[in-house]
């Protein structure tokens, strides 16, 4: 039995290390891990983006798993190719689901002023983290938050937040969200599996429960 490619996008500015505790078995799926390209020009659409992305997927039919903004790239991904599942996780399916503060940002332009230097030179700014749990939240996010070019930083911002959805949503999509999601929130959310307790960064303390998950969604 020949095995399921399954194809991982990360979450905004993180790398492939976000997916290392789920436990997905190597016998039965072939997986491989996406990673950020940079925008060619901060007016690239997220389409054409999506298209470049695509350049990298080398098989047919093949699983799409996204977390946050990964989510949303995995649904513009479905447009250009075959897909045999889109799983998406702590994201959205289109701009209804986005919370009140980024529709406002998105009218304000207020998303202009965020500081993306702060994440793009992280390192510089650990030594103002006090206390050992403000420096294990430092340490997580300097593992994780791996892509710091600001050119890329401005450029996904001001795609997630002005995201209104794809054409076609795909008929093969499976959202799996979390009750505790402060930056998506469950309340705006249709149609999904709740993983009670999950946060938004849930693909790292629930990976467990999303590994059940995202194998019984694959087993039909």
Known sequence: MSKTAIYFIP????????FENLTLQDSLYDLHYL???MPLHQEETIANYAMRMCEDIHHKNP???G?????????EMSQFIATKKVIIISSVKNKNELPKRFKLASFTKVYKLF???IVAN?????K?????????????YKKYLSVRNSSYLHWSIYNVINWHGVIKTPQNLVHIHGTEDKVFPLKNISNCVVIEGGTHVMILRKAKTI??????SLSF
């Open 11 to 18: 979450g905004l500015a993180a790398g492939p290390e976000i």
């Open 35 to 37: 990673q950020w390209k």
């Open 63 to 65: 699983v799409l798993i």
């Open 67 to 75: 977390v946050s903004f990964g989510g949303i790239m995995a649904q």
């Open 115 to 117: 500081p993306s230097k």
């Open 122 to 126: 992280f390192e510089d700014y650990t």
């Open 128 to 140: 103002y983290f006090l206390g050992k749990s403000l420096k294990k939240r430092a340490d997580l």
């Open 211 to 216: 590994t059940r998950h995202i194998q019984e």
